[in-house]
């Protein structure tokens, strides 16, 4: 469950930011140290990168792999955050594009729920796992 529901939540931000276009790079705010050039080809790479990591997890395809970089995304949607919250910016126009808009403080928290979703994928309930495993070999030695 915890895997289709960031998943989701990357579908829709991918969708959500792939439907604005290029106007939601204009509202996200980079680090002044990456070169404009490079927080171009950041963004225009992000809602790819955000749509295969999702639709991993949906269909539970490389789930750990998916889950690792669902976790580097979420890092890098964290910085972003503190930045426009230490930039005083009081929107974030550009985190699900489209589909809707956040305050950057609204947004930490969501991210926050996205970090709990990818611990329960990498670390959840190992039982459950094993047993999993456990069908699988019974299945294949009948």
């Given amino acids: 469950m915890a895997r289709i529901?960031?998943?989701?939540?990357?579908?829709?931000?991918?969708?959500?930011?792939?439907?604005?276009?290029?106007?939601?790079?204009?509202?996200?705010?980079?680090?002044?140290?990456?070169?404009?050039?490079?927080?171009?080809?950041?963004?225009?790479?992000?809602?790819?990168?955000?749509?295969g990591v999702g639709v991993l997890l949906v269909i539970g395809l490389l789930s750990r792999y998916a889950a690792i970089g669902a976790t580097m995304l979420i890092?890098?949607?964290?910085?972003?955050?503190?930045?426009?919250?230490?930039?005083?910016?009081?929107?974030?126009?550009?985190?699900?594009g489209a589909a809707g808009s956040f305050t950057p403080g609204a947004s930490l928290v969501l991210d926050g729920i996205m970090l709990v979703l990818v611990s329960v994928i990498l670390f959840g309930n190992k039982k459950e796992k094993e047993g999993v495993i456990c069908q699988t070999t019974s299945l294949a030695s009948q």
């Fill in 75 to 96: 890092i890098g949607f964290i910085t972003s955050n503190i930045l426009l919250i230490s930039n005083g910016v009081q929107k974030c126009a550009s985190c699900f």
């Fill in 5 to 51: 529901l960031l998943g989701m939540t990357l579908i829709v931000a991918a969708v959500g930011k792939i439907s604005q276009g290029s106007t939601a790079f204009e509202l996200q705010t980079f680090p002044a140290f990456i070169p404009p050039a490079l927080s171009q080809v950041l963004w225009d790479a992000l809602p790819g990168i955000e749509l």
